[in-house]
């Protein structure tokens, strides 16, 4: 069920949550956190509050998505939403939209509806503040997730939350990667445990997601990483053999190849952003190893 609160209050909003709870016969709710979603675009918002949504069904959590309707108007106004039962996944989602003067007070808005007790994680989908941290909605969260991938410059958004980065900060482009780094890890793990002398890191040149790759790839190997652009794929090489990680770019299996062995098929999709949100919810701690991946970023060679 969708309610709209035209032109409304924070008090108002709260009310009508607690009233419709009870209605719908859920006086108590074990959920473990606040989701707190600042999209840029009306396209953003309805594509993160499904991707909120079927991870609130890992993490039950209560979404507030604020962001601006008409930052330009003369008069402060809170026009809500209020999504239950089928349209908000294990919880409810508030939708707040901010006009005038108040758009500039959007974490004031939200505080009245965190729920106590509870860890806060904010969430950018699109354009995010260059330190996550300091910004207002950024100051209420113990996690912080942007996603790279919907930047206008990915590269350079990427590259730039090592300047803005605090314990706690992650972007979806890491959770995107899990299964290859897990792949590549395993495969380097087996005999016949040389060094790795160089590394290829292949595909789009509009995916962070691989410049992430080739980062952490900088910070685990002695050898030069290089990040190309074309066919997707990660080549290792080592003094008596070479390892290949490829897949189609819409494809959803992989092929390991390796020197002297029989070509190996793997289930490699790329992650959905639903997949990757429900992944980085699973950790509130900080994440030093996508923190070393970013610092590895300046040993890329870009050719």
Request: one cysteine or more; proline letters at 7%.
């Amino acid at each position: 069920m969708i309610l709209d609160l035209p032109n409304t209050t924070t008090n108002d909003v709260n009310k009508k949550i607690v009233e419709l709870r009870e209605e719908g016969g859920a006086v108590t709710m074990g959920r473990v956190l606040t989701l707190v979603i600042a999209p840029d675009t009306e396209a953003a918002l309805e594509e993160s509050i499904e991707a909120a949504n079927y991870a609130s069904r890992e993490h039950p959590c209560r979404v507030i998505v604020v962001g601006p309707a008409d930052p330009d108007a003369a008069e402060p106004r809170l026009d809500a939403q209020i999504r239950v039962g089928a349209d908000a996944g294990a919880g409810e989602v508030v939708v707040l939209r901010l006009s005038g003067p108040l758009a500039e007070h959007a974490s004031n808005v939200v505080i009245p509806f965190l729920l106590p007790d509870t860890p806060v994680v904010a969430w950018w989908p699109d354009e995010a503040p260059a330190v996550p941290a300091e910004d207002p909605l950024g100051k209420l969260a113990i996690r912080r997730i942007t996603d790279a991938s919907n930047c206008v410059d990915s590269l350079a958004a990427i590259k730039s939350r090592l300047a803005g980065y605090t314990a706690g900060d992650t972007d979806l482009s890491w959770s995107r990667i899990t299964y290859w780094r897990a792949l590549l890890a395993a495969a380097i793990d087996l005999a016949p445990h040389e060094p790795i002398r160089s590394a290829v890191v292949s595909g789009r040149a509009a995916e962070p997601a691989l410049d992430i790759l080739a980062g952490w790839l900088a910070t685990r190997i002695e050898g030069s990483v290089t990040r190309a652009t074309g066919a997707l794929f990660v080549e290792l090489v080592r003094d008596s053999e070479t390892i290949n990680l490829s897949r189609p770019q819409d494809g959803t299996t992989a092929t390991l190849q390796r020197t002297a062995r029989p070509d190996a098929l793997l289930p490699l999709a790329r992650r959905a952003t639903r997949d990757c949100l429900a992944e980085d919810m699973r950790r509130l701690d900080p994440d030093e190893i996508f923190h070393g991946a970013l610092q590895g970023l300046a040993q890329v060679d870009y050719p």
